[in-house]
């Protein structure tokens, strides 16, 4: 005989670092001696599984081992809560709570919605150092092990009454300083140094005592915001800031670097260290000379592409390579975004640069996925002999292009096949130049084929 079946969800909101939470599940009938309760999570998980009057710890799964205790009398109408111990944003989850008869019938079925609510902090990127709070009222045993924790990796660890940085992952080695007294109700904070964009995480501060019994867990939601700069494709050049209202000695490095850990630029004992920098950049970077002074550590990139779209980062070294400062600044290349109606005559991919390009210069517009060379100029005139077949005849370039610094490319009788990224680059020995075109040819439904003419050569095409 079925009893009931309740599918609604309650819903429970706690704080990350609480002692426990209590997932209600109550009933108001009696129950056989026989029952089997099961509390399980979305993923069917055993959570808590209660059966012949006794607890089935080993039943549980992994993650919920020795954190969760239920009633024991459960044949009166009563109480079938669960009190989950030291929640964190992974058990944010809805539970199950299901009681069987002998014969795996539903006696009675009731879910709980848990939200962990997570402190958050944030730091502008920059910043010298960033808290990461967690605080104890209670007082501790001198022998706790306390671990700072991101999502996967180890962030510090104090035991002995001493930090371990032998346990630490690589990536926050000198970079972490905790509170030395513990045994006092007070602080468990953690001072992270140097934040930047990659040491967005949740961080978990976990108390362990000598069994490794968990006293405490806490969680901390780190955001560092990090400054943007957006420029268009076909800029000369576009400022990377990064400024210090300190004075430096004189014997500090400076090391500008991208998201790849590239070196874009740097300068070293009082000069640019060209010869460090990752070929793509070369030539293309300046920074101030004079840093001893609380001033301008800013990069100038010039003639930024689409492909330089990254995070940047500025860091300071002293002579130790100890750091000092680090910055990050985020930069988007825009592209240029052009739209034309399949069937008219023609579009004009743009490109203005500077005027009295060097007489031996050479401009090639080329298109990506499929790669093609869609027009070529060079010693002074067209090369169609370098074009791809599927250009031949419909590009135009301006007269006197290297003296008016117009290199846009017009398209003739433009198709849905020709939409795609289109890239111009103009270069000689002292210059280089490079712009990118995001074309979109909208196709026309429901009309008939139609014969244009190819003015150049007088033949006829069908489109």
Same mark, same amino acid.
């Given at each position: ?25 109550? $009933? ?39 954190? $969760? ?89 104090? #035991? ?7 346990? #630490? ?13 513990? #045994? ?34 806490? #969680? ?84 930024? $592409? ?97 003296? $008016? ?34 074309l979109t040819v909208r196709g026309q439904y429901c009309r008939y084929r139609s014969e244009v003419s190819t003015v150049d050569t007088g033949q006829r095409s069908v489109l």
């Amino acid at each position: 005989m079925l009893w009931f079946v309740v599918l609604s969800v309650y819903q429970v909101e706690v704080d990350s670092g609480v002692e426990s939470v209590l997932l209600p599940c109550k $009933t108001t009938v009696h129950l056989p001696e026989d029952v089997t309760v099961e509390w399980t999570d979305r993923y069917n998980r055993k959570v808590h599984l209660f059966q012949n009057g006794s607890d089935k710890p080993e039943e549980q799964n992994q993650d919920y081992k020795a954190r $969760t205790e239920m009633k024991r009398n459960l044949l009166e109408p009563g109480d079938l809560s669960l009190t989950l111990k030291y929640p964190t944003d992974r058990d944010s989850d809805t539970f199950t709570c299901t009681v069987y008869n002998r014969e795996r019938k539903i006696l009675m079925k009731k879910q709980v919605l848990l939200e962990v609510k997570v402190y958050q902090v944030e730091v502008d990127s920059g910043e010298e150092s960033v808290l990461l709070p967690c605080k104890t009222t209670v007082h501790l045993p001198e022998d706790v092990r306390v671990e700072w924790t991101d999502r996967y990796r180890k962030v510090h660890v104090y #035991q002995n009454s001493s930090d371990q940085p032998e346990e #630490q992952n690589q990536d926050y080695r000198d970079r972490t300083e905790m509170k030395r007294n513990l #045994q006092e109700p007070g602080d468990l904070s953690l001072t992270l140094k140097y934040p930047t964009y990659r040491d967005i995480d949740i961080y978990t501060c976990t108390v362990y005592n000598r069994e490794r019994k968990i006293l405490m867990k806490k #969680q901390v939601l780190l955001e560092v915001k990090v400054y943007q700069v957006e420029v268009d494709s076909g800029e000369e050049s576009v400022l990377l800031p990064c400024k210090t209202t300190v004075h430096l000695p004189e014997d500090v490095t400076v090391e500008w670097t991208d998201s790849d850990n590239r070196k874009v630029h740097v300068y070293q004992n009082g000069s640019d260290q060209p010869e460090e920098q990752n070929q793509y950049y070369r030539d293309r970077t300046e920074m101030k000379r004079n840093l001893q002074e609380p001033g301008d550590l800013s990069l100038t990139l010039k003639y930024p $592409t689409d492909r330089d779209s990254n995070t940047f980062t500025c860091t300071v070294y002293n002579r130790e390579r100890k750091i000092l400062m680090k910055k990050q600044v985020l930069l988007k290349v825009k592209v240029c975004q052009v739209e034309v109606e399949e069937g008219a005559e023609s579009v004009q991919l743009p490109f203005k640069t500077t005027a009295n390009l060097p007489e031996d210069a050479t401009v090639r517009w080329i298109r990506y996925e499929p790669y093609r060379t869609v027009h070529v100029y060079k010693n002074g005139s067209d090369r169609p002999d370098k074009q791809n077949q599927d250009y031949r005849d419909r590009t135009e370039m301006k007269e006197d292009l290297l003296k $008016t610094g117009d290199l846009s490319l017009t398209l003739k009788y433009p198709k849905e096949r020709d939409t795609g990224r289109y890239c111009c680059n103009v270069y000689s020995k002292n210059i280089w130049r490079w712009k990118t075109v995001q074309l979109t040819v909208r196709g026309q439904y429901c009309r008939y084929r139609s014969e244009v003419s190819t003015v150049d050569t007088g033949q006829r095409s069908v489109l």
